[in-house]
């Protein structure tokens, strides 16, 4: 597979983030055994019935989001930022081009998590990165406001965080030197130093998976958070191949994160342009850009009517 290719960027998102969360498990078992054994959390599970709601509707803007956010308990999710962001990956891949798009939906959807702006700002930031990282437009030496999007009074205080981190980093300052100076300053944002530590864990080796989530699992109170940011867009950024090998075998004996890479390539399906996709019918299929390929029950031609035996 290649390594940049759009199906197995979405497949290391999704993967990367589940494994980082499996990774933190305080089990004393080997890395092998904690992907392997590892129990899908509410979050997974919601994302994956978001994924498959999201390649069965016929139009995203005609879905009911506050009844599919009953129907999944989302309100258990809100104060669980780390649960919410999986539960939302599926939507965020799947807008990944579209962002005024994934603006609605979300706007839709997050009406369970309105008392929590801190959990909005997170998505609204991790679906700008994980946007850019697809698009390949992810350009580290730009300013945090062309990946930021505005999300109101909380913005400002997000970019000085992540400035912060990254100054830091720029003075030679260690990891646990780095969660020590943005612990000492105002902790009524925590949501915001998640944030700013998952980009500094990212940042610092993009092209290393394992590094990026070993930094990751060593933040402090919130590494759980972290972890899920950094595996999302360390693992979009270098893909499913990009995992190593021993966690992605690992993976492959988990019955959830199978489940995660075939949903995967369903939604790579819908996007493309797919209808209602199943995973019989995708490697034998011809697929076209986005709203090219359309249902099309009624049209007759020759090749479909039936043959005179």
Same mark, same amino acid.
């Given at each position: ?8 960027? $979405? ?28 129990? &899908?959390?509410?979050? +997974?599970? &919601? ?19 506050? /009844? ?8 258990? !999710? ?11 990956? %599926? ?11 994934? /603006?609605? #939906? ?15 700002? @997170?998505?609204? $930031?991790?679906?700008?990165?994980? @946007? ?35 100054? !830091?980093?720029?003075?030679? /300052? ?17 949501? #915001? ?8 864990? $990212? ?13 990751? +699992? ?46 995967? #390539? ?7 342009? +797919? ?12 697929? @076209? ?10 049209? /007759? ?6 043959? %005179?035996?």
């Amino acid at each position: 597979m290649n390594r940049y290719s759009l199906l197995n960027r $979405f497949q290391g998102a999704w993967l990367g983030s589940a494994i980082g969360k499996a990774l933190t498990s305080n089990l004393q078992a080997s890395d092998w055994q904690k992907i392997t054994y590892a129990q &899908a959390s509410e979050g +997974m599970l &919601a994302g994956e019935k978001i994924a498959q709601i999201l390649c069965n509707c016929e139009r995203i803007e005609q879905l009911d989001w506050q /009844k599919i956010a009953l129907e999944l308990e989302l309100e258990k !999710l809100s104060h669980c930022s780390e649960e919410v962001i999986c539960a939302v990956l %599926p939507l965020v891949l799947l807008c990944h081009d579209n962002l005024y798009l994934f /603006k609605e #939906q979300w706007q839709r959807l997050s009406f369970f998590a309105h008392h929590c702006i801190e959990v909005k700002e @997170a998505i609204y $930031f991790f679906s700008k990165a994980i @946007a850019l990282i697809l698009r390949e437009k992810l350009n580290f030496t730009d300013g945090f406001d062309s990946i930021i999007l505005d999300v109101g009074e909380p913005r400002a205080f997000l970019v000085k965080r992540l400035n912060q981190a990254l100054i !830091l980093s720029s003075q030679g /300052k260690s990891l646990q030197e780095v969660v020590e100076e943005l612990d000492q300053e105002d902790q009524s944002h925590p949501m #915001q130093n998640a944030i700013a530590l998952a980009w500094y864990c $990212f940042q610092s080796s993009p092209e290393n998976f394992s590094l990026c989530i070993r930094r990751a +699992m060593n933040t402090g109170s919130q590494c759980l958070t972290v972890v899920v940011l950094t595996g999302a867009l360390a693992g979009a950024y270098n893909g499913r191949t990009g995992i190593p090998l021993s966690w992605r075998l690992a993976s492959q004996n988990n019955g959830c994160y199978r489940r995660l890479e075939q949903e995967s #390539q369903r939604l790579l399906a819908t996007w493309l342009g +797919m209808y209602q996709p199943n995973l019989e019918t995708i490697s034998t299929s011809i697929v @076209a850009a986005a709203g090219v390929i359309q249902p099309r029950a009624s049209l /007759k031609i020759i090749s479909q009517q039936e043959q %005179p035996t």
